[in-house]
């Protein structure tokens, strides 16, 4: 079986339960506003996609770093807990980084975040050792841990550098950038030109690119208001996906959120037949499958996650790249409807089976 470190961000997600009529929600100075239990879990992408790929049957080993701190003890508690394989390091001059999910029924979630560890998270923390036996590294969240966009992503590259001369896959994740933060001001395109000649699958949202590559159009979208992902159209999603291939990424995915997913895959990509992938059903191909209508909606946090740790679950086990595109949009749909990334997946045979049943699409963008 395939090897799979993921690594980066990782976090306590502590998420208010909202009642039906919470959608009006405003945090106004001196108001108090009555919400149920906390659901409490791990988060960013080392719990989400980590622990997600595990349950897809993943052979897989997560590293972050954490505070010396009670949160701390909670999330290395919590992964245990699952039975999977972790390297999660703590560091006693950090916090453990936490957020708290805000997300009303209908509206979509913000969050309050710490960065804590994940800011001190450098290119030491993965070593040779570290990749020895693996076959796939996936990275996720430069734009929450400062040292990754600290002088154009230095330490960032260095870590995929790193990958490469080990002859591991590359994986590369984003996340939603804060203008008013340090990572607003560091220059994304340059980051993007240096790391992705040496990333392999570059799987981030059409919000998070479109705040990196089209500054002025983003603040366009974010004036009118609403879920910027559906203000795009495929014709925009195809350019940003050939300019990322151009930069040297060999297969993209770019998540549309409850739209959908876009994927372009290079004509020759190494990782194909490292992988020993169907060519056919891989290089060269080009398209958007529109999303799976969920049966509820109680949470999209870590949907983006769940998504992308069905995706390389999938392609893993060899399949093509639609099949794999498929369950990832499925995987996220089923995510959305519990209040955490893990409580709402299934099996990919159960996912499968959903499809195969006819689970309806939701056509969002043109």
Known sequence: MKKVLVAGHICLDITPVFSQEAGSLRLDPGKLFVVGPADIHTGGVVANTGLAMHFFGADVTLLGKVGKDHLGDIVRSAVRSYGVKEKIKTDPQCATSYSVVIAPPGVDRSFLHCPGANDAFGEEDITGEDLTGIDLLHFGYPPLMKRMFW??????????????????????????????????KADWKAILEKVLPYVDLFVPSFEELCYMLRRERYEEMVEKGGDICLLTNIAE??????????????????????????????????????????????????????????????????????????????????????????????????????????????????????????????????
């Open 151 to 184: 002088k154009e992503g230095e330490e960032l590259l260095s870590i995929m550098k790193k990958a490469k001369e080990n002859g591991v896959i590359t994986s590369l994740d984003m996340a939603a950038v804060d203008p008013s933060a340090e990572a607003g």
């Open 237 to 366: 999603l195809q350019g940003m996906a050939r300019e990322l291939l151009g930069m040297g990424a060999s297969c993209v995915l770019l998540k549309t959120g409850s739209a959908g997913i876009f994927y372009a895959c290079k004509t020759e990509s190494r990782f194909v037949r490292q992988l020993q992938l169907p060519a056919d059903q891989w290089e060269g191909r080009m398209g958007f499958l529109p999303s799976f209508a969920p049966e509820e909606v109680r949470s999209a946090t870590g949907a983006g996650d769940t998504a992308i740790a069905a995706f390389l679950a999938s392609m893993l086990r060899g399949y093509g790249l639609e099949r794999c595109v498929n369950l990832a949009a499925a995987a996220g749909a089923a995510c959305v409807e519990a209040y955490n990334a893990l409580g709402g997946l299934a099996s990919l045979e159960a996912l499968e089976k959903r499809i195969d049943a006819g689970w309806q699409r939701q056509i969002l963008i043109d």
